[in-house]
């Protein structure tokens, strides 16, 4: 088991979720339980498979999660796409939030290679 808290990656997920509930109260009301709604889970749902897979043991359990992080990240950023060109929100903060996701994603991809390399320890 590990600490989420001890990784880089749990903060920047914060970040990206904080970001993205910025970001998303701009949106029109008409959006608070459709577009609104999916990104904000999505947000949510990368820190949250973070910490998850940080409290399996063995690195094929915390794998599974973190490549669950990663495809929330990269349906975030689907939906930023889309949340764009459907003119939500404000488009000035919508590279700051593309920025973030993109940070995110890359450090999720670098801790996926390291976990891999290591030897899969089940108790660890």
Same mark, same amino acid.
């Given at each position: &088991? *590990?600490?989420?808290?001890?990784?880089?990656?749990?903060?920047?997920? &914060?970040?990206? @979720?904080?970001?993205?509930?910025?970001?998303?109260?701009?949106?029109? @009301?008409?959006? /608070?339980?459709?577009?609104?709604? *999916? &990104? /904000?889970r999505?947000?949510?749902?990368?820190?949250?498979?973070?910490?998850?897979?940080?409290?399996?043991?063995?690195n094929?359990?915390?794998?599974?999660?973190?490549?669950? @992080?990663?495809?929330?990240?990269?349906?975030?950023?689907? *939906?930023?796409?889309?949340a764009? /060109?459907?003119?939500?929100?404000? =488009?000035? !903060?919508?590279?700051?939030?593309?920025?973030q996701?993109? /940070?995110?994603?890359? &450090?999720?991809?670098?801790?996926?290679?390291?976990?891999?390399?290591? =030897?899969?320890?089940?108790? !660890?």
């Open positions: &088991m *590990q600490n989420p808290r001890n990784l880089k990656v749990t903060n920047e997920a &914060m970040a990206l @979720a904080v970001l993205t509930y910025r970001v998303t109260t701009a949106f029109p @009301a008409s959006e /608070r339980f459709g577009l609104s709604s *999916q &990104m /904000r999505a947000a949510v749902s990368v820190g949250s498979n973070i910490a998850e897979g940080c409290g399996r043991s063995g094929a359990a915390r794998l599974s999660f973190l490549h669950i @992080a990663l495809g929330s990240a990269t349906e975030l950023e689907f *939906q930023l796409a889309l764009l /060109r459907l003119g939500l929100g404000r =488009p000035a !903060d919508f590279p700051a939030l593309s920025s996701s993109s /940070r995110v994603k890359g &450090m999720l991809t670098r801790l996926i290679v390291a976990l891999r390399r290591r =030897p899969n320890t089940p108790a !660890d």
